[in-house]
């Protein structure tokens, strides 16, 4: 009994220390690393960077076609995993502007919509600390079939990214939640493939009709 209470007690270390386990994300950085040395990105181009919704953008080179696009999302990944590895996936590009899609899995993981806020703004100050004058938006946590339990969350979460935001230069929330969602309010499935989680061709259709005016804003 007395080791059980022990665990309860030291249960949130735990977690804590798993959910901060950059490390786990090591071999997808040396992949984007050996892809650089392979074929160098240009030098201004604009930076996706996130969670498994950038990495299964397989199209995004061809949905932006005007631009060169850098894709540097990496499954399962939470908002803090690319700070941790910001000087290794965002200073080397000296990218024109930087585009971050995540927050999904840090709710998921039981982050509150408070620390979402706070680790956005805590990967703004490192790429500032690199980079002062990039322009970065945030595109909203989506509304997920599979993750719809979580809505009231993600609700409270894009709130207070879009209002941290707002009080930033060059800081952008794109509003990508309404649009995934139905008449009911509801997610739409038809957006979403068969795990109800990651968007189909329809869903980044929508993703890119709010995406595209703000880079066509982003000073060449």
Known sequence: MRHLLLLLLLWPLFATARGNDHAQWNPAIAAFEAADRAHAPAPGSILFIGSSSIEHWKSLAADFPELSVINR??????????????DRIVAPYHARAIVMYAGDND????????????????????????????????????????????????????????????????????????????????????????????????????????????????PR
Not at 73 to 86: E, R
């Open 107 to 218: 709710l998921e993981e039981g982050h509150s919509p408070e620390q979402v806020r706070d680790d956005f703004a805590a990967f703004v100050r490192k790429v500032r600390a690199i980079d002062p004058a990039v322009p970065i938006a945030f595109i909203a946590i989506k509304p997920s079939v599979a993750r719809a339990v979580l809505l009231p969350q993600i609700r409270l979460a894009n709130a207070l990214v879009r209002t941290y935001a707002a009080t930033q230069k060059g800081v952008a929330y794109l509003d990508a939640f309404t649009p995934l969602l139905g008449k009911d309010g509801r997610p739409q499935p038809e957006l979403f493939g068969e795990d109800g989680l990651h968007m189909n061709r329809k869903g980044y259709l929508l993703w890119i009709n709010v995406i595209k005016p703000w880079v066509d804003d982003v």
């Open 73 to 86: 999302g990496f499954g399962g990944s939470v908002i803090s995993d690319s700070t941790f590895f910001a």
